[in-house]
């Protein structure tokens, strides 16, 4: 991936997120809370990138640069943080059930989602052969939406407690 590739990437991924605020009405409170999220997440998925480069389950090139690295990483951050704003409403509507079935969904879509891209640009992912790649790749999904819903909660309280933005 280039970095003119990375980029726009990003700004699609941030447009994404300010139509995701608006829709689902996030107050501050819940965007810092989907934001800090985003952040642990981002950490978690370069994490996962990595581990999956090492044991050589896929491959993604970083250019190991302090730039490319930190854009990165912030389009991870920024391309994960509206799935905390969605799962926020999911967990204040369904409850705990309704969380449960947006991870199994997000495990079953998120591979062959992935797939997709590396076969569309495959100079930015490759998968090894096998169902271990598969897998991982699932487990690291669910992760993702985990570990984001997680932290989102700790900073912006449970969503039953929270009241939705007041229309004016």
């Known amino acids: 991936m280039t970095l003119l590739q990375l980029i726009v990437v990003t700004c699609a991924y941030l447009v994404a997120l300010v139509v995701v605020v608006y829709f689902t009405r996030a107050t501050s409170r819940r965007i810092a809370g989907a934001l800090a999220g985003g952040a642990a997440v981002g950490c978690f998925g370069m994490s996962a990138i990595v581990g999956g480069n090492a044991l050589g389950l896929w491959h993604v090139p970083i250019f190991w640069t302090p730039y490319f690295v930190a854009l990165f990483y912030l389009g991870l951050a920024i391309s994960v943080t509206p799935i905390y704003l969605v799962t926020w409403r999911l967990a204040r509507r369904f409850g705990w059930r309704g969380l449960a079935v947006f991870v199994g969904i997000v495990a079953i879509i998120g591979p062959p989602r992935d797939y997709l891209f590396a076969l569309t640009f495959p100079k930015w992912m490759v998968f090894s052969p096998g169902v271990a790649p598969?897998?991982?790749?699932?487990v690291a999904y669910v992760g993702i939406v985990v570990i984001?819903?997680?932290?989102m909660r700790f900073i912006a309280g449970p969503s039953r407690a929270d009241r939705l933005r007041n229309e004016s």
């Open 134 to 138: 598969i897998i991982a790749d699932a």
């Open 148 to 151: 984001g819903h997680a932290v």
